[in-house]
């Protein structure tokens, strides 16, 4: 592509805040070239990362420890794999249950036999297990009811499984809780975070999680062999690709967005950075078009394979198809569109006239995709490297003009309707995971997370006022004590213009699952199945390159993956 055509003209324009951070468009949120999975393949791809299975001793119920190391160019990580045996009434995707029929520790190095011995006592209480600094994740996984079993009898039987029973499902096993960064005894972030393979966000966890894909598949081939020795078949490997890890997210993650302001600013800033770059280009050249629509009819595939049972997703999903169906007319061979000036641009603008919420995010998605050379690098500053001061010497009527004009959708809430106070959310002392409650049904408000950022931001403004100008922050907040957190999180959010949800999340509007599909796109997932407003089921790594693929050429090629198409294959 030539400079001419990379050239950002001056209308470029980013979507503003108020646009992008409104929880009906982060509810409508998809993958990109910068979520956190797409990053970590592209890196182990680039640096030949090189993973072994080096311990495999699972019974002929496939009950027992594995070990997978993980070579980078650095160092070793290793995930210790425990298979258990599991109750059926045991089995359930809810954080609170207490056995599992995996579970997991993802090792900092390669672990000795007296540091898996330890494990084995410790990780499959999880919780309740005592961990060191040498762990940096652990996790747990349950079978796949509807599938786990179907592929062990086909592949006994020396047959392949259905496609479509694979494509309705998309994982052999489901985690149920990923945990890291200190929690329970394990290393701290920091202690970790200027390795360069680490220091984006979530990437141990997604280390983990891939590698946990690999090891689901091992097992469902080595119960086949131990079940029918002479009979069993391996799994298609292009089976194997379209099979993920699954995954079900609760309340717990939803809290995430609002304490961590500016880390929040850096993700939506990078992939708001990247459309407008995309938009801006003069051009688009035959091989980004025809790139695009490649991509398009895929995503058109893999949207016509999303079927839930959820209504309202169901209703959005038959939106979505339809403006997918519009965006192919526009951008077909010939079209007008790619006729005029910057037709990136030209083609969102009309999207945002014709197509649904989710489908105008789908098409950000589409339109990074081309473009490797001018995206990628914006997911090189996604997480956060120093902490905000507060800057004390600011006056009184300094704090009050910039909560006037940031935090404008703030005071606009009107909380002398109850609604808009209906939930307060808390910590489970239980499991030391975020709740909601019903402010007016159920105990506990007085132990309210400082997160209702609109009515803090009220009753700061509400103070503020009272105020004469010139005193500073810093006599403010000795006779405001109870507001320190919020004037500090205004001040970042004067600072990082994507910092802060721009809605009120203690509202009877509120619906969590919005706040969990916004973060769980950034980590690159798909197959979004609500299960009601406060929990989803997702599908991680669908359609990502397995362990021995990874120095391939199209190592991230997998977005929007879609069903093998594969000749039925009968029983020997």
């Known amino acids: 592509m030539t400079a001419q055509a990379l050239t950002v003209t001056p209308e470029a324009k980013m979507r503003p805040p108020a646009e992008v951070m409104r929880l009906a468009r982060m509810g409508a949120s998809f993958q990109t070239r910068i979520s956190f999975m797409r990053r970590l393949i592209r890196r182990m791809h680039r640096e030949r990362w090189r993973i072994e299975r080096t311990r495999f001793d699972l019974d002929d119920e496939g009950y027992g420890t594995a070990l997978y190391v993980v070579t980078t160019p650095e160092r070793c990580y290793s995930l210790v794999c425990f298979a258990h045996y599991l109750e059926p009434e045991h089995r359930t995707d809810r954080v609170i249950a207490e056995a599992w029929d995996a579970t997991f520790s993802l090792f900092d190095g390669v672990p000795t036999d007296a540091d898996i011995d330890r494990l084995a006592k410790q990780t499959p209480k999880q919780e309740a297990g005592r961990f060191q600094a040498s762990e940096l994740v652990m996790s747990r996984a349950n079978k796949s009811l509807r599938l786990f079993g179907r592929v062990v009898d086909s592949l006994a039987q020396g047959g392949q499984p259905d496609p479509d029973a694979i494509d309705a499902v998309g994982y052999l096993m489901r985690t149920t809780a990923v945990y890291a960064n200190g929690k329970f005894g394990m290393a701290d972030r920091t202690r970790y975070a200027d390795r360069p393979e680490l220091a984006p966000p979530y990437q141990a966890e997604m280390l983990t999680v891939y590698l946990i894909r690999g090891f689901t598949l091992d097992l469902v081939e080595h119960l086949a062999r131990r079940r029918a020795p002479d009979r069993a078949v391996t799994l298609d490997r292009r089976l194997k690709r379209h099979l993920g890890i699954g995954n079900a997210t609760g309340l717990g993650m939803a809290p995430f967005l609002v304490s961590h302001p500016v880390l929040i600013h850096n993700w939506f800033h990078a992939r708001e950075t990247a459309l407008a770059k995309v938009r801006s280009l003069e051009v688009a050249t035959p091989d980004r078009r025809v790139r695009f629509r490649a991509l398009l009819a895929q995503a058109e595939r893999h949207v016509a394979e999303w079927n839930v049972d959820d209504e309202l997703q169901t209703a959005r999903i038959a939106a979505l198809r339809e403006g997918l169906r519009l965006l192919t007319e526009w951008t077909a061979e010939g079209s007008e569109i790619f006729q005029g000036p910057a037709p990136w641009d030209a083609l969102y603008r009309r999207a945002e006239g014709a197509v649904s919420i989710e489908g105008q995010e789908l098409l950000v998605s589409l339109l990074l995709e081309p ?28 704090m009050r003009a910039i909560v006037d004009r940031h ?4 005071l606009a809430v009107d909380f002398g309707d109850p609604r808009e106070s209906q939930y307060f ?10 709740r909601r409650g019903a402010r007016r049904d159920e105990p506990g408000a007085e132990k309210e997370m400082q997160i209702a950022v609109a009515r803090d931001v009220q009753a700061l403004r509400v103070a503020l006022g009272e105020r004469p100008g010139d005193e500073i922050m810093a006599a403010f907040l000795m006779r405001h004590a109870e507001l320190r957190h919020v004037a500090r999180r205004v001040q970042i959010g004067a600072r990082y213009a994507y910092a802060e949800i721009q809605d009120n999340i203690i509202a009877a509007s509120c619906s969590p699952i919005d706040i969990l599909r916004g973060k769980l796109a950034f980590f690159g997932v798909s197959k979004f199945d609500p299960k009601s407003d406060l929990w989803t089921r997702i599908t991680m790594y669908q359609g990502a390159p397995l ?18 198409v594969i000749e039925p294959c009968t029983s020997h």
Not at 407 to 410: K, L, S, T
């Open 547 to 564: 362990d021995d693929e990874l120095d391939r050429g199209d190592a991230d090629d997998w977005c929007f993956p879609v069903k093998p």
């Open 407 to 410: 935090y404008a959708w703030a």
């Open 371 to 398: 473009y490797p050379e001018l995206i990628d690098e914006l997911g090189e500053a996604l997480q956060v490297d120093r902490e905000e001061a507060f800057d004390p010497s600011m006056t009184v009527a300094e």
């Open 425 to 434: 959310w808390y910590y489970s002392t239980e499991k030391i995971e975020p």
